[in-house]
């Protein structure tokens, strides 16, 4: 049952997230099923809702995530205001986009993130 109401879960909060632009902070830690099988969001304080550009980048970086398009990541970063203009240069050579290529690969292997080594 638990792994039924993550999944249910991760298509809540993704479905929030592109379809009616709104992002949720830390969702799994703020998440609970209801004694009739709904999903309840219990912070709405930590809900806040998208500007129509900021949600095509995270959809944008979604895709790119998840179809290993790594080139595009620190175009992403950078539209997505993680890194500061003046160093979007350095991304590329700072080891960032291969990191996060590792973690999301680990992702769609299975195992969520104990399958994740953040010692290599």
Known sequence: MTMVFLRCARIVVLYAQLDIALFLYLPLGNLLRTTDGRLCILDWGMVT?????????????????????YEEIP??????????????????????????????????????????????
């Open 49 to 69: 809702r998208l500007e129509p550009d900021l949600q095509l980048t995270l959809i944008e970086h979604m895709a790119h995530l998840t179809s290993a398009d």
């Open 75 to 120: 175009k992403d970063l950078l539209l997505l205001g993680f890194i500061p203009e003046s160093q979007a240069a350095l991304i590329k050579d700072s080891g960032v986009v291969e990191t996060l290529a590792d973690i999301y690969g680990a992702w769609t292997k299975g195992g969520g993130a104990a399958a994740i080594n953040v010692n290599k």
